[in-house]
């Protein structure tokens, strides 16, 4: 199938955008449930998110399972990588930040970032500002994520 081998693809070379595209198909299909049957893939998906029992909230375990390959890699480049560790330390303010203003501030900060350039996503969406302190943080969680997106494929 050829979807699949885009969504491999994907993953593979930017593991950060897999997840946030399984996040916005998510939340698609949440808003829009009689759109599942658009196409193969969207059917595919709304079938494992009623399976998994995600349909209110929650994300399917194929993005549960890429975060925690991204947590691993995290973990690994923090003992390995003296300047992806500096990247960590100066962010982890700012991610502390955002955890704490969430129904969940002990998530990880790889999901946080995540979680952050989702919502930024978001905003942009609705044609919200986004303030020059957030845009900042921005570009570090981005860097941060593709440095572990870099790793990832190096990997695989």
């Known amino acids: 199938m050829k979807s699949e081998k885009w969504k491999v693809k994907v ?3 930017n593991i950060a955008e897999y997840i946030l595209w399984l996040w916005q198909i998510e939340d698609y299909l949440r808003a829009f449930p009689g759109q599942a049957e658009a196409t193969k893939e969207l059917s595919e998906l709304n079938e494992m998110m009623h399976r998994e029992g995600i349909m209110d909230g929650g994300h399917l375990q ?30 982890t303010p700012q991610l502390n930040l955002l955890k704490a203003k969430t ?3 002990t998530m990880s ?8 350039l989702y919502q930024i996503m978001m905003l942009r ?9 957030t845009a900042a943080v921005q570009q570090q969680a981005t860097a941060l994520l ?11």
């Open 109 to 116: 900060d790889i999901e946080a970032c995540l979680v952050l």
């Open 103 to 105: 129904d969940r501030p």
């Open 146 to 156: 593709q440095f572990i997106s870099r790793a990832y494929r190096d990997v695989k």
């Open 11 to 13: 993953k593979r070379d």
């Open 62 to 91: 194929l993005a549960a399972v890429a975060l925690e390959e991204m947590e691993e890699l995290h973990a690994q480049l923090l003992d390995e990588d003296a300047m992806y560790r500096a990247a960590v330390m100066r962010l």
């Open 125 to 133: 969406l609705q044609k919200r500002e986004i303030s020059p302190e």
